[in-house]
């Protein structure tokens, strides 16, 4: 919907008004959008310079420019901005030329975030409603009186009635803090977006070979020979990606294989674009499978050495011949042939997938498909090969890793007595005390600690609030709720939300932006809106896609009113009597914790993923040498950083003194383990029925053992009689932990970890992927039927599970699916990114450059379909959904989408069912663009492993409004 609005602006030189406009001072952002009709889409098209950006600012006195390095904060690529600051005040941008990631380029997100940070739509000063308006009130009397009232439910209901809400846009440090208030808050009700976008992917890797994160990276795709791209779209959401893509497409030959239901902006750049029915993952992997196995086109050997269970998987593809994969995909089985004779004549090939695979109600089944592919064709440790998996927010991976999630501590400890005794001894805490925050939960004569049980995913806090409350496992309804950094229209189920949102005794958002969090409900009362600022008023960390770490400097003071997310911590923190304890370690500077000393705190413990190693001094020496580092290898060639790998993807082992210069591609044995070499991890014990599961005859480079092995342990060590070489200091702090029986992930003195890599060991083991996931409700991943489905027939043969009670709620499945909705609603629908905004669109559909290109909410129809309903292209549509929701939207008549499917973006919001909620914000921060959330419609349904919500493949009607 890329229509251009003129607002009756004249048609003479639009490259002069448009130059004049820019430079009236005395213009507002809304007087801009209704007289330029151009903005960077228009500046494009006359060829103006548009990898700088110089915006208009108050006059700064001609004091000098000094020039701040940032990371953008919308997708998960990690580029540098390169700000210019005059007198304190943000003048001017350019994408860093420097950086591995982008190299000079920026897109129309990127290239906007100067507005994002200086945007007058931000919220402005802590607000209050009060007989259902919003009023302007000072911190303290917000942190007094939400800190109050949770206060007074804590102790009617307990500490589990409280969800923390985190977010993605957290550096990794106030990430990390989050999680550790959340502990001492006493709750696991904490989660954040990773849930919704990649926790399949996390679950369903992490099964597979050890970790769960993108293997390779971005640059390493360079040498890739063919690319597999399944459920992304990364020409829209993750545009500078497609540099890296495009090059290996250009340099290579590499073959582009791209797997949608809808015809992107990437399929028209594909070789080979393979058109499936929404849902079917598992059948259209296990299709090309077959044509693998059947012409002996597998790695024998890789399978052999370094794979558990691929026998198993053999037989379960052998079911999915071509005819029976096109009666479920759609997908011939000629162009099936085709695919995996390119993979098969074309290796390394990496596979690369985004929300498209992971957002099912067997999403966890779909991602470890994939990777079961990529382990068939011994794609896996090697360079240009690897999954690589394309996370969303720009610290999505980081908040990931430090743990804002509801079934772990940070590091993916878990919640077990271990993991918590951990993480006490890193807090220098009282594990009683500790305990004593938590409730202990009494139910049919029997106790249960909720420390060591998972809490609600964010994809279904909405249960926790409306669901009753005997079915809840945990004591009572969630009464208070904090969206902190989170868009609530990036779910699903929002009439549902909608409701949740007033029955709740405490709404709390926390936001640079009001989000849709201020205006979806009916309150008068009983809401606080608290203004955080953006990432570029704050130094820190953020992780990008391939596990690097980047450091940011702060750019700009915070503006306005607005408090950094971490002082907002503390703040509670004092308000709940813990600050001494949580911050004993970490100096406070007014009431603004360091940043640097978080991240100390967080290398002192993350050792099960190397996170141990990126010391805040060792990540800026990197950002202040990015040119030192190779384009492709990511690896620095001379130099102060001279052998490290760019921003020391994790994991980075052992400490910051021992220089690992980090793991640019997971489980590559063709590198010693000291200069970021690899193996399987060996996570899931040594034998499964009397076969091992440990790597067969293979290691990497240099390894002193020469087969596969266990995890290290203090015991290990010393059957080895490696124990000698610890130091004292070493060998005391692990005689502190558990002596012998102290692992590689308990060790806070790194000794265990050093000396394994002396020797040229990995830490983690030496072990075969698993192809079969035996602890998973299927073990080996197999095709089930969407929820609402059109494809009654596919029912009988591929139903989908029983309904069941997991992560404290209850969970339907065949209980929906066993009712035809087809009738009724005839259309498949899904839903994905546009290039102009971001996640929920907040900031981005209130930033001006963004909102002149994309101003309308839309659905793209097929026009077979759009036919049949009487539907004109640009004409405005009723769009219902099963379950009772319905919004106004634009028909965008096209054969990007398929007979019988249709698409719509997610990130708009501020409308709903036809009407608009503009009024409803606080004065000046409405949003410049509004419109109706798709997730308005899109229906119940969620992951069997990880509540991820189904967002991919519902059902819909439309007619003419």
Not at 858 to 878: C, H, Q, S, T, Y
């Amino acid at each position: 919907m890329l229509r251009k609005k003129t607002n009756g602006v004249a048609k003479g030189s639009r490259a002069g008004s448009l130059l004049s406009s820019l430079s009236a001072k005395t213009m507002d952002r809304r007087q801009f959008l209704t007289t330029s009709g151009v903005a960077v889409g228009g500046m494009a098209a006359l060829s103006l310079p548009t990898t700088r950006v110089k915006a208009a600012a108050p006059e700064t006195g001609g004091g000098k420019v000094v020039h701040k390095k940032s990371v953008c904060t919308h997708c998960s690529v990690g580029c540098t901005v390169e700000a210019e600051v005059q007198n304190g005040v943000w003048t001017g941008q350019e994408p860093g030329w420097d950086s591995p990631f982008n190299m000079g380029a920026h897109c129309a997100k990127g290239a906007a975030v100067r507005e994002h940070a200086h945007n007058e739509r931000r919220l402005k000063h802590p607000m209050k409603m009060v007989d259902g308006q919003w009023q302007k009130i000072s911190w303290d009397q917000a942190i007094n009186e939400i800190g109050d009232k949770m206060l007074q439910i804590r102790d009617e209901s307990g500490p589990d009635s409280v969800y923390w809400l985190g977010s993605a846009k957290f550096n990794n440090e106030q990430a990390y803090l989050y999680r550790k208030f959340a502990a001492y808050w006493g709750t696991n009700n904490v989660d954040h977006q990773a849930r919704i976008c990649h926790s399949t992917t996390v679950a369903g890797v992490a099964n597979t070979w050890g970790y769960g994160a993108m293997t390779n990276s971005y640059n390493d795709i360079h040498k890739s020979k063919a690319i597999f791209l399944i459920g992304g779209n990364p020409a829209e959401a993750h545009p500078v990606s497609l540099l890296h893509i495009l090059k290996a497409k250009e340099e290579n030959n590499a073959p582009l294989i791209v797997c949608d239901p809808r015809f992107t902006r990437t399929a028209a750049h594909a070789d080979e674009f393979v058109r499936l029915r929404p849902g079917s993952d598992v059948a259209l992997t296990w299709g090309i499978l077959w044509h693998i196995f059947e012409n002996g086109w597998e790695d024998e050997e890789f399978i052999r050495t370094r794979v558990y269970g691929m026998d198993e998987i053999r037989e379960e593809v052998a079911r999915w011949n071509p005819e029976e994969v096109e009666r479920v995909t759609g997908v011939p089985g000629k162009q099936l042939e085709r695919v995996a004779r390119t993979l098969a004549n074309n290796r390394p090939g990496t596979v690369i997938w985004c929300m498209g695979g992971t957002q099912h109600t067997n999403g966890n089944n779909n991602t470890r498909a994939y990777c079961i592919l990529q382990l068939a064709l011994g794609n896996m440790g090697v360079a240009g090969g690897g999954t690589n998996i394309f996370r969303g927010h720009d610290n999505v991976q980081g908040a990931t890793d430090l743990g804002v999630l509801a079934d772990t501590l940070p590091g993916y400890y878990g919640l077990t007595a271990g993991a918590w005794g951990h993480w006490a001894r890193v807090w220098e805490e009282d594990p009683e005390w500790l305990k004593g925050r938590f409730a202990i939960w009494d139910k049919n004569g029997k106790s249960r600690a909720m420390m060591n049980e998972k809490g609600i995913p964010v994809s279904r806090w909405i249960d926790g609030v409306l669901e009753a409350k005997e079915n809840l496992e945990q004591p009572d309804n969630t009464r208070a709720m904090v969206l902190w950094g989170h868009a609530p229209n990036s779910q699903t189920r929002m009439l549902e939300m909608k409701e949740a949102m007033e029955k709740l005794d405490l709404l709390v958002v926390v936001d640079p932006f009001p989000t849709v969090s201020a205006v979806l409900h009916d309150r008068k009362d009983g809401a606080y809106l608290l203004p955080t600022t953006t990432q570029f008023e704050t130094s820190g960390s953020v992780t990008a896609s391939n596990r690097s770490l980047q450091w940011r400097e702060k750019v700009v003071e915070p503006l306005f009113d607005s408090k950094v997310d971490h002082e907002i911590m503390k703040l509670f923190a004092d308000k709940f009597g813990f600050t001494d304890r949580m911050f004993r370690n970490i100096a406070i500077d007014g009431d603004e914790p360091s940043i640097e000393d978080i991240t100390r705190e967080f290398n002192r413990g993350m050792w099960t993923i190397g996170y141990t190693g990126q010391s805040p001094e060792r990540l800026k020496k990197h950002m202040a040498n990015q040119h030192h580092f190779d384009k492709t290898t990511l690896r620095a060639n001379g130099g102060p950083c001279d052998g490290d790998i760019y921003g020391m993807p994790w994991p980075c082992w052992g400490t910051p003194e021992m220089n690992h210069p980090g793991t640019p591609n997971l489980y590559d044995m063709s590198l010693p383990v000291s200069k970021g070499g690899l193996t399987f991890r060996a996570r899931f014990g040594v034998e499964r029925d009397g076969e091992s599961l440990l790597a067969d005859g293979v290691y990497s480079k240099n390894s002193e053992i020469k087969d596969g092995y266990p995890e290290f342990t203090m015991q290990m060590l010393m059957d080895l009689g490696w124990d000698t070489d610890l130091t004292a200091e070493e060998r005391a702090t692990i005689d502190g932990v558990a002596g012998a029986n102290t692992n590689w992930k308990t060790d806070l003195s790194g000794g265990i970890q050093r000396v394994a890599i002396k020797h040229e060991c990995a830490p983690f083991g030496n072990a075969k992927a698993r192809a079969i996931v035996w602890n998973f409700p299927d073990p080996i991943p197999i095709h089930r039927e969407p929820l609402y489905t059109t494809r009654r027939d596919l029912v009988k043969d591929y139903p989908t599970y029983a309904d069941k009670t997991f992560w404290r709620v209850p969970t339907l499945y065949e209980s929906i699916q066993k009712n035809d909705f087809s009738k009724d609603f005839p259309i498949i629908l899904t839903s994905g990114r546009l290039v102009e905004y971001e996640g929920g669109g907040d900031e981005t559909r209130s930033n001006p450059w963004l909102a002149e290109l994309q101003q309308e909410m839309f659905i793209e129809v097929n026009p077979r379909d759009a036919n049949n309903l009487n539907i004109r292209d640009g004409n405005d549509v009723w769009v219902s959904g099963p379950e009772g929701g319905r919004i106004k939207v634009k028909a965008m008549v096209t054969e990007r989408v398929g007979e019988g499917v249709a698409f719509m973006p997610f990130h708009f919001g501020g409308h709903l069912e036809g009407k608009s909620l503009r009024d409803k914000y606080p004065k000046g921060s409405d949003p410049y663009v509004l419109g109706e959330s798709t997730n308005v419609v899109q229906t119940y349904g969620y992951d069997s492993v990880t509540q991820m919500q189904e967002t991919k493949a519902t059902l819909c009607s439309i007619m003419p409004a």
